[in-house]
Each structure stands twice: as structure tokens, then as C-alpha cells.
């Protein structure tokens, strides 16, 4: 896969690709010498980096040290940044965008888009907490059953609203922006309608523990988020699957002639975050005790920037779950930090639009760049 | 006599890597230049630098004895140097007219356009080249050689002298190149000077007049067509002695290996049948959209046939999608590598396992071992270069990016080879190890299928030959009985 390669890889580069263009001559045996040059070409004499090796370290790593600065800055400007009750906070915070933004990985990576996100969080948060909310009135009869049925309940919720979605993006061959923008629209009307447009409060705390619990002294979403994060980077990484998606994403002329099947791929990964989605949406309402129609309103934007200030590219067939959560990270320790220095919230929108633009721009510059 | 364009020393390094280390040229009033060299011999460095694309680290280009400097393609137009691109970029939804016009479009009063003038002058200048297109059809309902000439017309509508013309023949027929080419002699005799960069040796040999030749990025040696023949040109394009172009060294079995019966596609084919044997390869030649490539999709189940019957080692098959074909030990090479080949933004090594995945995952998790040694296997059996094969394909010359889409197919040890234009863009030697590689496997018992528009590899590795016409058969030849000429007249 692209960019999981070290850094001594310096193919990256622009410079270095147009090299191998011209460079490597089909006709003769010998005529790659310059090719082994360049693969040690990075190395300065004195074993140091050289200005070459620096600048792909950069391009390979620039997200995460982006991230690493960010965090330093905000420790040596802020005391209470680096305390272990505001590490959990902003980790917390991150944790239901991160959930999003790892599904949303798998879609943007065959080139698609989910923008209906925040509307199956809360389509899959009302649903499940009506069976597990201890208000009378709230709740559908019998409420509330065991957990374990609310969880399931939720995440069939967000899958199926995915396979909808999946089904006429894949089959019908419609633009996923526009399927998903209809659900957008549609699942938040399902939720206002299902609940008569009111919360529904008082959830069970046995259901509440998934967003407020703690396990050795880790909050619990945090965990989960290190649960999907790891099975999602294990899936892209390691699997047929993986492969499947990356193909897709990258060419899915070629994927369809190596005889990949691209309807099921592209219906899995909408499925995929449609429960994460549903997951999602349980977390927030957990966390929060009561299930709000008008809950996660927005939400896919702050997913999509996270991905896409993660490096993957919305043309498809790049990008890593990892760096997917670094930019959910980089979103939530934003937030957090401009909240310690006190600065009004209308300004870190600002700040997170010229992120999120900033970003891609870098992102322009190293693929195609001069 | 003053010279057109004459170019010494040129530079140009990419991150302290040399593209071109001495490009040198000269271009006479009147002559068809070819320019040659193998992929990444610094032919595209050295047009883009003339194009005003890319600035130059060093020499000198003088235009008609005047140094010149080019800060833009703007620049190098107003000095009369035009480039007829090998990939087209033209706006579909705009009329030829609009094309050849496009950002210097005749006004009329209130800023508006002069279209009744713009479609006359176009119209005109494509009367001149006796090209049969309508100035006011929109460019989207022409063919791609349509397209080619239109490009043409538009480097002309410059009025420039000097016109470069990379791959012209890349996406077009036989008749269109032959169109083509009575263009360019219309513009030698007219005084202009014509550089003509292809691959196609015969094509060279026939239209131009003198040559140049590059390698690894440097002048190699020019000269006058009439004292050169072509294994010496072959010679100094590759640097090294080739024996026989096409290896050929199968014979054919009498085992049925692939059997086509009354194949049907509407609108695209109509009652095609053949039989190839184990052993054999078998051509199938004819222009661009005589529905060559359709036979191909409907064999791997890209596309339905409506009738008709396919026979596999003697058994009758089903294919519906493409993992059926490839269940029944077929593999295709798509004409086109970049668009249906090859996932360009993934490894060498990923594109390698991409037709084998399944294979590879027996638990669905990856073997990646089985991966790595797999890439290992095809890179040293094509021998591919690549310094690693985790580097996107991308990075890789045409040559070797063919060799990739091979080795993804190979490693499925097919039984039936489908290959369409499997040399198209790709350079002497690499298509000499191509010819190699398809030899080889017909020789071990592999049955071949191929297609070509190239005349000589048709003849040079074929067995036996179908000629398509307008979606039908118009017969099927052993090559010893047939020649260039039948093939053409065939063919239109």
C-alpha cells in the first residue's frame, strides 16, 4: 500500500518518481544503476539525515509531527494541558469522532462519501435507548430489556441504514454524495418521527457504563475507540478485504478486471459505517444518559476532516486508518487546547476550516507539487 | 541553410537526478525528424523543456539562428514551435471549432464571440488538411483519431513551423495514421519542419526523412533515414546488438485450447468464431473500433454476449464475470494499462498479487510471505525494474509497468492469454522481452490470444491471423499465406 513504506524509501518524493521515469530503461540489464544509487542516495557521509531523507520524513510523518508540536505547544502554554484528568477529557472527546472517522476511512478510500453519519448517530442513539431507557413513557413497552439487546439493537439500526445506502451506491451506480445526503435527510426525519421529536431519558446505567465507565481507569469509549481503531487498521493492513478496498479505491477498472468484486466491497464499506455510525450514536447518548433527536447534527463534517487531514486522499485508494485517528486527534486536542486558552468556540471553527484546508493543500503540494 | 530549431547541450536534472544530460537537435525547413529512444531515453524531458514546460538547467535552443527563451507554452507557440501531445485534453462538450479556438476565440461587438467567423476559418483549415470533420460537431461524437487530427489542426491554426508530434499514431487506426501522414506531407512540402516521436520503427521509416537518437538522457547520433537501415537504428536506440526482433519459438499443438463459436454482442460484434490450439498464439488484427477489444470482454465477462458459445480445453463454459474467466484459466492484458491495468497509486508488488488475492488469503487474512515472494518470483522472471517493489507503479517506465500487468497474470498460471496491444507504448527492448515472455508461454503448451493494430507484431508473432472488420470476421489467415498489404486491405 502507499505511504506505509519507512522512510527510506525515497520514491515518495516528486523529484525522485520523475527520476525513475527516466531513469529506469526497459532495454538493457544494466541499466539501473541509478536505481541503486537512489535507494541510498538519503544518507548524508557522517550517517546523519541528509536534506533529502528530512524532507521525506516530513511528507511520511508531517501529520504526526504536526500533532506532536501541536500537543508541545499546548503543554508549554497551558499547565492544566498535560494533567491526566484532561488527557482522558480530550481523548473522551475524540473518542465518538473517531468511531466516525475510522468508518468514514473505509468509505472515502473507494472513493466514496458518508454524509449521513450524524444522522444514523442519532436515528441508532433514540432506537436503542428506547429499549433501554426506565422511563415509563419514553420507552417501548416492556423497557428496559438487558444492555446487551440495546447495543444489538443499535448497531442493526446503523447497519441497515449502511446497506441501504450501500445497495444504491453499489448496485444502482448512484453518486454516494447524493445517496447519503439523502439519508442524511432521511434518517434524521426517522428519528424525529420514531420519537415523536423528544429525547428519551433515563437510560439504564448498566447502558450508560459504555460511555461513562471506566476500565483500569481508562473511560470506556476510549477503549472501544482503541478496539475499532485497532480491528479497522488490522482489516485495511492485513486482509483480503484490505486489499479489496485499496484496489477499489485506486482503480476499479483494474480491480474489476483482476476479478474483484467491486459491488460487494464498495456495499461492505458502507455497511461498515453505518455501524460504526450506530456505535457512535450509542456512546453519545450513554455518555450524555438520554437520546436527543437533534443529537449529532454535523457530525460527518468533523469526520470527513478528520480523514482527510489524516492524508486520506478523496480520490480514493490511499490513506491509513492510523492516520485517521491522528486527525481526529489533532481536532479534538485543537478544540481542547483553544478551550484552555479561553478563546471563543466561533473561533475554532475558523481555525478548524483553515486546518482542514491547510492540510490538503500540504496533501496537493507532496503529490503533484513542483 | 538556416536551421528551423537547433538545440545543443540541454540540461535538466530532477532532485540532482539527470533527466537529460546533452540533449542536441537540429531541424531543417521541409524534412519529417523522427526523434528516438527507448522510455526514459529523455525524449518527454527533452520536449517538455522546448515546450516551455519545464526550464532548462543548461544549453542552448536557438530558433532559427536566434536564441530563444521559453518561460511558458504560451512563449514557445509565439515562436512557432507547436506540440501535438500524445494524451489528448480535449473539452468535450465544445464544438471543433470552440477546440482549435479554445482562449483565442475571434471577437464581435460587446465581448462576445464571432462564431459564424471561428466555425468559417475552422472549417477552413481542416479543408485544407482534407481532414473529413465538421468544424460545428461537438469534439465528444468524434472517434480518438478524429480527436488526433483535430489536435493537429490546432497546432497548425498557430501557423507554426515547427511541429512536434509525440506518439501520433498511439490511439489510431492504420487508415487514420495513413491519413495522418499525407498531412504531414502536406506540411513538409508547405516548408515546415515536422519531429516525429514514436516508437513504431516502421512507421519512422516510412514518413521521416532524417533521425535523432537518445539514450539515458543524452545525444546518441542523428543522421539521414536512407543510410541507416533497421536493425542499425534499433541498434543505437537500444545501445546494444538485438538478435531477431519477434522470438518466436512455439509451435502449435492440435489440442483445442480456447474454442469461439458464433459470438454475438449487439452492436459491437456479430457472429465471431475461432479456434486457437495449445501452442499457438493467434492475432487478431484490425482498426480501432472493429470490435477487437469487444471480443476480448465478452470472453472474461465484462460484457454479455447475446449469443454464441465458448469453449475452454475442449468443455463448455459459462462466464459471466470476470472471476469466471479467470476460474477457467483465462487472464487478460487490457489495452490500456493505466486505465484498466494497473492500480497506479499502489505498490509493485500490490498490483502483482491483485488478480490473486483470494489465493493469498485462504483464512482471509494476507499471507504477506506468500506476497513478497510472489512479487520476488515475477520481478526476477520479467525481469522488472524497480528498486523496490514496494514503490508505486507509478514510478515505473511504460516497459515496465506492461511487465507488471504480466506478472499479475502469470502468477495465476493461466491456461488462455488474452492480450490486447500488450506493446503499446512501450520501447524496443522491452517489447523484444514482451515477445519473449508470450513466446515462452506458447512454447510450454499456453494458448495465446492477441491483439494488435501493429502490423509487424502481428505477422512476427502470430501463428495465425483474423482480420476484423465493423464488427465481423473478414477471415482468418496463417501467416505464411498472408502480408502486410492483404492485412490492411482486409481491415477497411
Not at chain 2, 526550464?55 to 507557440?77: Q, T
Amino acid at each position: 500500500m502507499p505511504n506505509r513504506s519507512s522512510i527510506y524509501q525515497p520514491e515518495q518524493g516528486q523529484g525522485v518518481r520523475s527520476m525513475a521515469e527516466e531513469s529506469v530503461m526497459s532495454a538493457g540489464g544494466n541499466k539501473n544503476a541509478k536505481g541503486g544509487k537512489n535507494a541510498n542516495g538519503g544518507k548524508n557521509a557522517n550517517g546523519w539525515l541528509g536534506s533529502e531523507q528530512r524532507r521525506l520524513l516530513i511528507q511520511e510523518y508531517g501529520i504526526f509531527l504536526a500533532f506532536l508540536i501541536l500537543v508541545a505547544v499546548l503543554s508549554v502554554s497551558n499547565e492544566f494541558f498535560l494533567t491526566a484528568g484532561n488527557i482522558s477529557n480530550v481523548l473522551l472527546q475524540t473518542s465518538i469522532n473517531g468511531v466516525l472517522a475510522i468508518g468514514m476511512t473505509f468509505v472515502i478510500l473507494t472513493r466514496g462519501i458518508d454524509l449521513s453519519v450524524g444522522s444514523v448517530v442519532a436515528l441508532a442513539g433514540i432506537v436503542s435507548a428506547s429499549f433501554v431507557t426506565s422511563s415509563a413513557t419514553a420507552g417501548i413497552s416492556g423497557a428496559p430489556y438487558p444492555v446487551a439487546l440495546g447495543l444489538g439493537i443499535g448497531l442493526l439500526v446503523g447497519i441497515a441504514c449502511g446497506a441501504i445506502s450501500g445497495v444504491i451506491v453499489s448496485r444502482f451506480s448512484v453518486p454516494a454524495f447524493v445517496v447519503t445526503l439523502g439519508m442524511l435527510s432521511a434518517a434524521r426525519g426517522m428519528t424525529l418521527i420514531y420519537g415523536g421529536g423528544r429525547p428519551v431519558p433515563a437510560l439504564t446505567p448498566a447502558f450508560r457504563w459504555i460511555g461513562t465507565g471506566n476500565i483500569l481507569g481508562i473511560p470506556a469509549p476510549v477503549v472501544i475507540l482503541a478496539v475499532v481503531f485497532a480491528i479497522s487498521w488490522w482489516i485495511l493492513d492485513r486482509t483480503r478485504f484490505g486489499r479489496y478496498i485499496y484496489a477499489v479505491g485506486g482503480n476499479p477498472h483494474a480491480a474489476r478486471t483482476s476479478g474483484i468484486n467491486i459491488t460487494r466491497t464498495q456495499f461492505a464499506v458502507y455497511v461498515i459505517s453505518g455501524g460504526l455510525a450506530g456505535l457512535a450514536g450509542m456512546l453519545l447518548s450513554a455518555r450524555t444518559g438520554s437520546a436527543l433527536p437533534q443529537a449529532g447534527i454535523a457530525y460527518e463534517l468533523d469526520a470527513i476532516a478528520a480523514v482527510v487531514i489524516g492524508g486520506t486522499s478523496l480520490s480514493g485508494g490511499v490513506g491509513r486508518v492510523t492516520g485517521t485517528l491522528i486527525g481526529a486527534l489533532i481536532i479534538g486536542v485543537m478544540n481542547n487546547g483553544l478551550d484552555l486558552m479561553g478563546i471563543q468556540s466561533y473561533y475554532q471553527q475558523v481555525l478548524k476550516g483553515a486546518l482542514i484546508v491547510g492540510a490538503v493543500m500540504l496533501d496537493q503540494k507532496r503529490n503533484y507539487g513542483a | 541553410m538556416e536551421l528551423l530549431l537547433e538545440v545543443e547541450g540541454l540540461k535538466k536534472s530532477f532532485g540532482g537526478v539527470a533527466a537529460l544530460r546533452d540533449g542536441r537537435f537540429q531541424l531543417r525547413a521541409g524534412t519529417v525528424h523522427a526523434l528516438c529512444g527507448g522510455n526514459g531515453a529523455g525524449k518527454s524531458t527533452f520536449l517538455k523543456i522546448l515546450m516551455g514546460i519545464f526550464g532548462r538547467d543548461a544549453g542552448s535552443i536557438r530558433r532559427r539562428g536566434k536564441e530563444v527563451e521559453f518561460a511558458s507554452p504560451a512563449d514557445a507557440l509565439a515562436s512557432g514551435i507547436a506540440i501535438i501531445e500524445q494524451e489528448l485534453s480535449p473539452v468535450p462538450h465544445m464544438t471543433v471549432a470552440e477546440n482549435i479556438y479554445l482562449g483565442r476565440e475571434p471577437k464581435a461587438r460587446f465581448g462576445g464571440i464571432d462564431f459564424r467567423a471561428m466555425n468559417r476559418s475552422a472549417q477552413k483549415l481542416l479543408d485544407d488538411l482534407e481532414f473529413d470533420i465538421r468544424a460545428t460537431q461537438y469534439m465528444m461524437n468524434l472517434s480518438v483519431a478524429q480527436m488526433q487530427l483535430v489536435e493537429i489542426a490546432k497546432a497548425l491554426s498557430h501557423n507554426a513551423e515547427v511541429i512536434f508530434m509525440d506518439e501520433p499514431t498511439s490511439a489510431i487506426g492504420e487508415r487514420e495514421a495513413q491519413h495522418l501522414f499525407a498531412a504531414i506531407r502536406r506540411l513538409q512540402a508547405q516548408g515546415r519542419g515536422i519531429v516525429y516521436v514514436s516508437h513504431r520503427l516502421s512507421e519512422i521509416f516510412q514518413i521521416a526523412d532524417s533521425y535523432t537518437v537518445f539514450r539515458d538522457g543524452a545525444y546518441v547520433g542523428s543522421g539521414a533515414l536512407a543510410d541507416i537501415d533497421r536493425p542499425g537504428l534499433i541498434r543505437m536506440i537500444v545501445g546494444r546488438e538485438l538478435s531477431e526482433e519477434f522470438a518466436k519459438t512455439n509451435t502449435p499443438t492440435s489440442e483445442p485450447g480456447i474454442e469461439v463459436a458464433a459470438l454475438s454482442c449487439p452492436n459491437k460484434i456479430e457472429d465471431i468464431s475461432f479456434s486457437v490450439r495449445k501452442g499457438e498464439i493467434f492475432g487478431i488484427y484490425g482498426l480501432m473500433g472493429a470490435g477487437r477489444t469487444e471480443i476480448f470482454n465478452c470472453l472474461f465477462g465484462l460484457d454479455r454476449p447475446s449469443a454464441g458459445s465458448i469453449r475452454v480445453d475442449g468443455t463448455e463454459v459459462s462466464i459471466a464475470k470476470p472471476a469466471d474467466a479467470m476460474a477457467h484459466g483465462l487472464a487478460l492484458v487490457t489495452e490500456d494499462r493505466k486505465l484498466t491495468g494497473l492500480n497506479l497509486a499502489d505498490s509493485v508488488r500490490a498490483n502483482i498479487c491483485m488478480a490473486s488475492l483470494p489465493e493469498m488469503s485462504p483464512a482471509f487474512t494476507m499471507d504477506r510471505a506468500r506476497e513478497a515472494d510472489a512479487s520476488r518470483g515475477m520481478r526476477e522472471k520479467f525481469q522488472i525494474k524497480a528498486a523496490r517493489d514496494t514503490m508505486p507503479v507509478s514510478g515505473l517506465s511504460g516497459g515496465n509497468q506492461q511487465k507488471v500487468v504480466l506478472g499479475k497474470w502469470f502468477l495465476r498460471n493461466p491456461k488462455v492469454l488474452l492480450l490486447d496491444e500488450p506493446t503499446r507504448g512501450v520501447d524496443v527492448g522491452a517489447k523484444r522481452e514482451i515477445y519473449r515472455i508470450i513466446s515462452d508461454f506458447a512454447s510450454s503448451g499456453g494458448t495465446v490470444v492477441m491483439i494488435s493494430s501493429e502490423i509487424d507484431e502481428v505477422l512476427g508473432m502470430s501463428d495465425r491471423i483474423m482480420v476484423m472488420r465493423a464488427g465481423r470476421s473478414a477471415g482468418t489467415f496463417r501467416r505464411e499465406e498472408t502480408d502486410a498489404q492483404s492485412l490492411v486491405h482486409l481491415s477497411t
